[in-house]
């Protein structure tokens, strides 16, 4: 088992930034292949991004690409989501997943753990 607990969301005006960071426990995490997904009310959950376990390999989606950067730190056990030029649009629930299967995941039945979620709103 892994707990995963996100950080770091709240209320931003359009064109600022937030920084989201993803803490786990309970099995090593450079064991894991990550993700970052969010979800608006009405709408499915959605991938953001995603790395590998060494953090070389990067995913972005089309949405985000150019201003979300993925990354994380194995030493510290944490991933992170730093969103800048932030848009109304981006209004969402984030939740960070972990993925054991090799390769980067890219919907949601290719995680096995999820946190709670942090909520971001951006105001316009």
């Known amino acids: 088992q892994v707990q995963l607990v996100e950080s770091g969301g709240g209320l931003v005006q359009a064109g600022g930034s937030l920084r989201l960071s993803c803490a786990t426990s309970g099995r090593t995490f450079g064991n894991f292949n990550m993700g970052w997904f969010r979800q608006a009310p009405g709408k499915e959950r959605e991938v953001v991004a995603a790395?590998?376990?060494?953090?070389?390999?990067?995913f972005h989606a089309d949405s985000v690409r150019g201003r979300f950067t993925i990354s994380r730190d194995n030493a510290k056990n944490t991933a992170t989501l730093q969103m800048n030029s932030l848009k109304p649009e981006d209004t969402a629930v984030y939740y960070c997943?972990?993925?054991?299967?090799?390769?980067?995941?890219?919907?949601?039945?290719?995680?096995?753990?999820w946190g709670q979620g942090t909520q971001v709103t951006v105001s316009s």
């Open positions: 790395i590998g376990k060494s953090g070389t390999s990067t």
């Open positions: 997943a972990a993925r054991t299967e090799r390769g980067l995941g890219y919907s949601i039945n290719d995680y096995d753990y």
